[in-house]
């Protein structure tokens, strides 16, 4: 019986350690660019624009500035920021799951690291949903299936240029509805 | 079974013993990431870990040195050659047979034959091995001062610093396991713990 | 997600007690430093005793530049003399190691490669006045140029194509761009004399190659106005260093030349004091033990790194980058409709144009490292190459087992550039100008060396093609601050920084093969 006991107990330590240690990579995901860190941006905001579902640019962020200004550095990094209010409307509209509005907008990472490499980080938005209900995990395997176009490269169509600022509103690129920069 | 017991180890000696398994162990964990075998705290805090840990053990072992000339229990280590064979052999087979074992340890010669063999080994050679790589190792810096610049060389002195890790690490090992030898397996470390062997 | 070390973790939890010790002895943290207040010195006050618009000799409309020079050489009387010695106007250097007569112009680099038939152009960087051919008079004292230097109005404008003379008249440029430069007026110029500040040393120093930061990639506009992180000695709101306080000048030698590096110097701070010790190296004023005893593990680094190579970690930190490769053979290709064609990349940087070809930039650039003595053996024109391996334009001296030598970080710069096929050598190509052989104007390779080759004294074969090359160049400017250096297992790893470096034990790098060949 204490065998029993211990081996149950020891297999939830296991699994413990197990999840402990790979939750985190499952809730993100990370992928080698084959481009520069600003090209790779660039060619993440082109997709987005012709992803259609709603998808618009609502941002680019870029955290390193901000510890430039502070007099320090780190390596690159930007957030492609973009939002489409037919995913974020159904969400945002059902009380019980508003709080994921801290998820909004959606965000694609560009970044290099110190292998010279770039890098790009996203969240793996279906798996995250379908820990909030039908509702959510539909919506959010939509945006999943969207997120994987946009990090789809054609190598072979010339570099775009990079789009800085707030433009959702200014080019209103795929749709209307986005306009406002959700 | 009437057993006798007898005061084997002093409080200085568990002291002694306790605090450097503990920064030997400390250490072989912190060394064996400064060697790249792993990553645990980081290189950088492995180092500085790994030196703190070293200061400590030099000063433990001053103390010890000084502890063990005092009251002559430096004595403990001197060789022999006494039961040695019948040692040898009631390890490689008479343990497994459940043969009494062919040493009975005193107050004045609380260690057996072995025993004073393998610590006269650490105490004499993986030791020292282990100091002055790790001297040098240390005080890369002043190698030009010191004017050794010419005949040492970092990965030397880096490789024998491992090779006296891996053999202390062995040491270790040998030592955990013997431990358990006992009449009981716990027997041995109770008395390390207590002072008090069972002497049957 | 590195999984072994979280377990290892896990496990070693078990062992809390060990690790609670561990802990324990853990030293305590250095106190975080004040931030250094912001001293408000944006301009430096000039301290001179002479106020040069005072002067009745610079009371004069000047035409030209030479001119301004004749003025001021009524009172600087030694002034043209000194400079006539210097790099600056000489664009000659002979390393004086090994002899060989190097200097911008004698090299062949994979920028604009190089001066020879240019000199139209490339003058526009040239300390003196009408250098537009092999015809100069390097002993004329009146057609160095002092206001490239000393101007502090910043209005000082020198174009390709004048052969060293400032803008006289309004005119447009680049060409067709609808953008105009001003003419220089000379007389407020003069009268602004000064010491060189960032402006000055940047008009050249911060454009090399054609753009912005194409060049060095520790060196562009940026630099300007630098902020802390970027470099802790030029920050504008701290120290606010000019160029020539660390370049300290002597009788208009300035002192750092890339073209012999002080790789390795020793011994503690002397702060200019030293007669034959570089004043530009960090070493002058940080000496070669300059970390505080607490951290006396990191000077034991010293005889083995430059300070560069943990204190910048990357150069080109800003979106303005450097070029990274430069190709050639890409020249010439025109667009769809048969005319010049030009287009930037995702940042807005050049990288492609049918008169020079294909460009690759980046920004916050990881540094190739490499065992560095000080003394680089360039390409001189006419060198032979081996056509069949990328040929090194320059070879950084030094290795594990010389002591003069350190690992220092470097920019490799890529190039593909043309070759003579039969007499195996780099091609020196006339490409700048409006004649009939510039290749940015008539888009015909063959013409454009063959007026280069000419211009070089070198037989040309009439068969030319495109060979590698590679432009390896130390990294010095861009000190990051103390904050930003490199981490210990950013090269303590065996994956980190230094990996591909030979020669040197590494804990933790080496640890698996502790027993391999020493470099």
Same mark, same amino acid.
């Given at each position: 019986m204490l065998k029993v006991i211990g081996g149950f107990f020891l297999g939830l330590i296991v699994i413990g350690v197990l999840a402990y240690t790979y939750a985190g990579s499952l809730m993100f995901r990370e992928i080698e660019s084959p481009f520069g860190v600003e090209e790779t941006v660039a060619r993440i905001q082109q997709n987005i624009q012709n992803t259609g579902n709603g998808w618009a640019l609502s941002g680019l962020r870029n955290p390193g500035k901000a510890v430039q200004n502070d007099g320090g550095n780190v390596l690159p990094v930007m957030m492609v920021e973009a939002c489409s209010t037919k995913y974020s409307a159904p969400i945002l509209k059902d009380d019980a799951v508003r709080f994921l509005s801290i998820l909004m907008p959606c965000k694609v990472s560009v970044y290099k690291k110190n292998d010279g490499k770039t890098y790009i980080g996203m969240m793996n938005a279906g798996l995250m949903g379908k820990m909030f209900g039908p509702m959510v995990g539909e919506v959010m395997g939509h945006v999943a299936e969207d997120q994987a176009k946009f990090v789809q490269f054609d190598a072979s169509k010339p570099a775009p240029e990079m789009i800085k600022g707030m433009p959702g509103a200014a080019t209103g690129a795929a749709g209307g509805a986005a306009a406002g920069g959700c | 079974m009437a057993a006798e017991k007898i005061y084997v180890f002093k409080r200085f000696e568990r002291f002694w013993h306790w605090s450097q398994a503990l920064l030997i162990i400390c250490m072989l964990i912190t060394g064996f990431e400064v060697h790249g075998s792993y990553s645990l705290f980081g290189f950088e805090h492995a180092v500085s870990y790994h030196t703190v840990l070293a200061w400590s053990l030099v000063t433990l072992w001053v103390f010890a040195i000084f502890w063990h000339l005092t009251t002559g229990e430096w004595k403990q280590y001197i060789p022999t050659t006494d039961k040695v064979v019948a040692m040898m052999r009631f390890y490689s087979v008479g343990i497994f047979k459940g043969e009494p074992h062919p040493y009975r340890p005193t107050k004045l010669k609380k260690h057996n034959p072995l025993q004073r063999i393998a610590y006269l080994g650490v105490l004499l050679f993986i030791g020292p091995l282990l100091w002055l790589t790790g001297w040098f190792y240390l005080f890369y810096g002043d190698w030009a001062v010191w004017g050794v610049n010419g005949f040492l060389s970092l990965e030397w002195v880096a490789f024998f610093h491992t090779v006296g890790a891996f053999m202390m690490l062995t040491f270790l090992i040998a030592h955990l396991y013997l431990t358990t030898t006992g009449h009981t397996p716990t027997a041995h470390i109770k008395a390390m713990v207590t002072g008090w062997e069972e002497v049957d | 997600m590195p999984a072994r070390p979280k377990i290892i973790l896990s496990v070693a939890a078990i062992t809390a007690m060990l690790t609670a010790l561990v802990a324990f002895a853990l030293p305590a943290k250095p106190e975080a430093a004040p931030a250094p207040q912001a001293v408000a010195t944006p301009k430096k006050q000039s301290d001179s005793?002479?106020?040069?618009?005072?002067?009745?000799?610079?009371?004069?409309?000047?035409?030209?530049?030479?001119?301004?020079?004749?003025?001021?050489?009524?009172?600087?009387?030694?002034?043209?003399?000194?400079?006539?010695?210097?790099?600056?106007?000489?664009?000659?250097?002979?390393?004086?190691?090994?002899?060989?007569?190097?200097?911008?112009?004698?090299?062949?680099?994979?920028?604009?490669?190089?001066?020879?038939?240019?000199?139209?152009?490339?003058?526009?960087?040239?300390?003196?006045?009408?250098?537009?051919?092999?015809?100069?008079?390097?002993?004329?004292?009146?057609?160095?140029?002092?206001?490239?230097?000393?101007?502090?109005?910043?209005?000082?404008?020198?174009?390709?194509?004048?052969?060293?003379?400032?803008?006289?008249?309004?005119?447009?440029?680049?060409?067709?761009?609808?953008?105009?430069?001003?003419?220089?007026?000379?007389?407020?110029?003069?009268?602004?004399?000064?010491?060189?500040?960032?402006?000055?040393?940047?008009?050249?120093?911060?454009?090399?190659?054609?753009?912005?930061?194409?060049?060095?990639?520790?060196?562009?506009?940026?630099?300007?106005?630098?902020?802390?992180?970027?470099?802790?000695?030029?920050?504008?709101?701290?120290?606010?260093?000019?160029?020539?306080?660390?370049?300290?000048?002597?009788?208009?030698?300035?002192?750092?030349?890339?073209?012999?590096?002080?790789?390795?110097?020793?011994?503690?701070?002397?702060?200019?004091?030293?007669?034959?010790?570089?004043?530009?190296?960090?070493?002058?004023?940080?000496?070669?033990?300059?970390?505080?005893?607490?951290?006396?593990? *990191? =000077?034991?680094?010293?005889?083995?790194?430059?300070?560069?190579?943990?204190?910048?970690?990357?150069?080109?930190? =800003?979106?303005?980058?450097?070029?990274?490769?430069?190709?050639?053979?890409?020249?010439?290709?025109?667009?769809?409709?048969?005319?010049?064609?030009?287009?930037?990349?995702?940042?807005?940087?050049?990288?492609?144009?049918?008169?020079?070809?294909?460009?690759?930039?980046?920004?916050?650039?990881?540094?190739?490292?490499?065992?560095?003595?000080?003394?680089?053996?360039?390409?001189?024109?006419?060198?032979?190459?081996?056509?069949?391996?990328?040929?090194? *334009?320059?070879?950084?001296?030094?290795?594990?087992?010389?002591?003069?030598?350190?690992?220092?970080?470097?920019?490799?710069?890529?190039?593909?550039?043309?070759?003579?096929?039969?007499?195996?050598?780099?091609?020196?190509?006339?490409?700048?100008?409006?004649?009939?052989?510039?290749?940015?104007?008539?888009?015909?390779?063959?013409?454009?060396?063959?007026?280069?080759?000419?211009?070089?004294?070198?037989?040309?074969?009439?068969?030319?093609?495109?060979?590698?090359?590679?432009?390896?160049?130390?990294?010095?400017?861009?000190?990051?601050?103390?904050?930003?250096?490199?981490?210990?297992?950013?090269?303590?790893?065996?994956?980190?920084?230094?990996?591909?470096?030979?020669?040197?034990?590494?804990?933790?790098?080496?640890?698996?093969?502790?027993?391999?060949?020493?470099?």
């Open positions: - | - | 005793t002479a106020d040069h618009s005072k002067f009745k000799e610079l009371q004069k409309n000047f035409k030209t530049g030479p001119e301004v020079t004749e003025a001021c050489l009524i009172c600087h009387t030694e002034a043209a003399k000194q400079v006539q010695h210097t790099k600056h106007w000489t664009w000659e250097s002979k390393d004086p190691k090994t002899g060989q007569v190097r200097g911008k112009k004698n090299i062949i680099n994979n920028y604009c490669t190089a001066v020879l038939s240019n000199e139209k152009d490339c003058m526009a960087c040239h300390a003196g006045y009408g250098w537009k051919d092999s015809s100069f008079d390097f002993s004329v004292q009146k057609n160095v140029d002092c206001l490239v230097c000393h101007d502090n109005t910043g209005t000082y404008r020198k174009l390709p194509g004048d052969a060293g003379h400032p803008v006289y008249k309004r005119r447009e440029f680049p060409p067709k761009s609808g953008k105009f430069v001003e003419a220089v007026d000379l007389k407020k110029a003069a009268q602004s004399i000064g010491m060189p500040s960032r402006t000055n040393c940047g008009a050249c120093h911060f454009f090399g190659g054609g753009a912005n930061g194409a060049k060095h990639g520790d060196m562009d506009s940026s630099l300007q106005h630098p902020g802390k992180y970027l470099d802790v000695h030029m920050n504008e709101k701290g120290l606010n260093f000019f160029c020539t306080e660390c370049h300290a000048t002597k009788s208009h030698e300035v002192s750092g030349s890339r073209y012999n590096t002080s790789a390795a110097m020793t011994g503690p701070a002397h702060i200019r004091g030293k007669a034959d010790a570089s004043p530009a190296a960090c070493q002058s004023c940080h000496g070669d033990k300059p970390h505080p005893q607490k951290d006396a593990l *990191l =000077n034991q680094h010293t005889d083995k790194l430059a300070c560069q190579t943990c204190h910048i970690p990357e150069f080109a930190r =800003n979106d303005i980058g450097t070029e990274m490769s430069w190709d050639w053979s890409k020249a010439t290709i025109m667009g769809p409709d048969g005319k010049r064609m030009v287009r930037k990349d995702s940042a807005g940087r050049r990288a492609f144009d049918s008169q020079k070809g294909a460009w690759v930039w980046e920004s916050h650039v990881i540094p190739e490292y490499r065992w560095f003595n000080g003394t680089s053996t360039y390409k001189v024109i006419g060198d032979k190459i081996d056509p069949t391996r990328t040929v090194q *334009l320059s070879v950084v001296g030094g290795g594990p087992n010389d002591p003069e030598s350190r690992i220092w970080p470097t920019k490799v710069h890529r190039g593909k550039q043309p070759y003579d096929v039969e007499n195996n050598y780099l091609t020196v190509q006339h490409t700048g100008g409006e004649d009939a052989t510039a290749l940015w104007h008539n888009y015909d390779w063959q013409k454009a060396i063959g007026t280069g080759m000419k211009a070089a004294n070198l037989p040309y074969s009439g068969k030319f093609a495109f060979v590698e090359t590679e432009l390896t160049w130390p990294i010095t400017h861009m000190v990051a601050p103390k904050e930003d250096a490199l981490s210990c297992a950013q090269c303590h790893n065996k994956n980190g920084r230094l990996k591909d470096i030979q020669g040197v034990y590494m804990p933790a790098r080496d640890g698996k093969h502790s027993s391999k060949k020493e470099g």
